[in-house]
């Protein structure tokens, strides 16, 4: 896999990466591992009132899944929970204008680590009440 | 810009002396050396075998008739196994190897498998060398060939030939070595080694793509794979592939004045460069022998990133990985797994194959761009972060994906 082979905006992404750290103040926390390839993404999400007000990503993996993470982290901000469920990991792959087929996987890992957040998110509701 | 070519064990650059030589026979002089009734197959028959000579003299082989001409080291390898398979009287072979051979031998070893060759894997330390004594514990009556490659593609270790040669040929058993990675950069010397077999390729040695050769030790015999006009004392059937010959005898000829001068102007960028490393990074390790490997090889993991997004982020260099995601299968290099590099590691592997068009400066502008992007990636990985709060990365279990 080369540079090459990787779309204009996954470069771009890759190189400049958007929201990448840890939310201090989040509220719900995603880590999930590929068991394709053994990368793992942590996704932290702040939510208030059912929305997503702010993401961050930390992501170890090939370029296309920094990519995807960093794009993820992109569209889910200012969603309501409820929208963001609709995000699969295809339409984060298409918002990069697409990903080499060997790498669809790695689009697959943001998806996962979204779901992880929100069920992290969702349990901490739960303990509060 | 180009970037800067790293990846010398993959191929090399055509050296410009080769080229040179090899044009006229692209050319004027097209003759096929087995028609040697007129002046057009001679002047190719001669310089065919002037190139000859000039492998001879690399591998110090005694006999100009011990030099078959091939395609590639491939097929070298392919010739050798199968070859000695389809003479051998013995039920279910066996042939000895190690577990990080080149695909050529492997894989060609799988297939023979299936006809009921027994393939062996003699033991290696956690630098990819071969344990002698687990050779020697595995001859036996049935074993009819020891292969053992001179150098690692990818982490450059360099077996012991010569006390290899020697167990084999205390035991009358053949021994062939899959030399390509070798010569050029190490002497090889098929008599000193007690080599019987030895598998060349011109392209890793400056030499043009699509010609190798085989040495074959006189005495030695070994079925043909391809039938037909008997070029070759009828070992390798088909007409020969004059340019491509003569810029192999060119390249042999520079790869044995290499040896000196060359070499060891690599081997100072190399150390520069592992030094450089693992002096400047923290949580970096050489992955293969510190002083047995090839002048030309560096083989590191950066612990924490993935090899491939490190190869992004290094885009003025040509290099390559030993990462999963890197490969279209998706699995991580077997070489790293055969020598006990945990897959954290090998994910995070990056192999630097230098060579000749690389300079002081090339390696001062690597390590920077390096140490610059190993902070950046390691400041995005989730990997680092738990690392740093005193998790063990390895033994984390990823429970919460949902496959
Ligand atoms: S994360 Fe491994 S291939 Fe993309």
Sequence with gaps: ?129 | MKPIYMDHHATTPLDPRVLEIMLPYLQEHFGNPSSSTHIYGEIAKKAVEAAREQVVQLLNAQNPAEIIFTSCATESNNMVLKGAVALSKVENPEIITIATEHKAILDTLKRLNRQGVVTRLAKIDKYGIVDLDSIKEMINDRTILITIQAANSEIGTLQPLRSIGQIAKEHNIPFHTDAVQALGKIKVDVEKDHIDFLSISAHKMYGPKGVGALYLRKGHRIAPLLDGGGQERGVRSGTLNVPGIIGLGKAAEIAGSDLTGEADRVRQLRDMLINGVLERIDQTTLNGHPTLRLPNNANLSFSYIEGESLILACKAFAVSTGSACSSETLKSSYVLKAIGVPDSLAHSSIRFGLGKSNTKEDITLLLDTLEKNVKRLRDMSPLYEMAQQGIDVDKFEWGEHKH
């Design chain 1, 1 to 129: 896999m080369s540079t090459f082979e990787y779309s204009e905006k996954v470069v771009e992404h890759y190189e400049n990466p958007r929201n990448v750290g840890v939310l201090e103040d989040a509220n719900g926390v995603g880590v999930v591992g590929n068991p394709t390839c053994g990368d793992v993404m942590k996704l932290s999400i702040k939510v208030e009132n059912e929305r997503i007000v702010d993401a961050k990503f930390k992501t170890f993996g090939c370029g296309a899944a920094i990519a995807s993470s960093s794009m993820l982290t992109e569209m889910v901000k200012g969603k309501t929970l409820d929208e963001v469920m609709e995000i699969t990991n295809k339409a984060v792959a298409e918002a990069l204008d697409g990903l080499p087929k060997v790498k669809l996987h790695c689009s697959v890992l943001a998806e996962d680590a979204l779901r992880a957040a929100i069920d992290d998110y969702r349990k901490n509701q739960k303990n509060k009440h």
